[in-house]
């Protein structure tokens, strides 16, 4: 049988501080992935919550440009001189067919 070896105050007291930092850093890497799913989640619905309102605006710019295309007709505006300019319409000749 192998003679048995004692290890000295400063190496157990390095081994033990050892374990102890090992021990440390699994608990903070445990508490920065709880950390990361709460505010992942918490991204994920403001996300969600951004994307509902932006699809209300969609909705509220649609209705808006059909209003003031069924009071103004076609045509474009601009926002630099505020100014709306109607497109002109052409009649088309009507061709009638011939029997």
Do not use: C, W
């Not at 090992?22 to 608990?27: L, P």
């Not at 509902?52 to 045509?75: A, C, I, P, R, T």
């Amino acid at each position: 049988m192998a003679k048995e070896i004692k290890f000295t105050n400063e190496e157990v007291a390095g081994l033990e501080q050892l374990r102890q930092d090992v021990s440390n850093i699994f608990t903070r890497l445990g508490q920065l992935s709880i950390e990361r799913k709460r505010r992942v989640e918490e991204i994920d619905a403001m996300e969600e919550e951004l994307l509902k309102q932006h699809s209300s605006l969609v909705v509220k710019e649609s209705d808006m440009f059909k209003s003031l295309n069924e009071k103004y007709g076609d045509g474009n505006y601009d926002p630099s001189t505020n100014t709306f300019i109607p497109v002109e319409k052409t009649e088309e000749p009507v061709i009638e067919n011939e029997k």
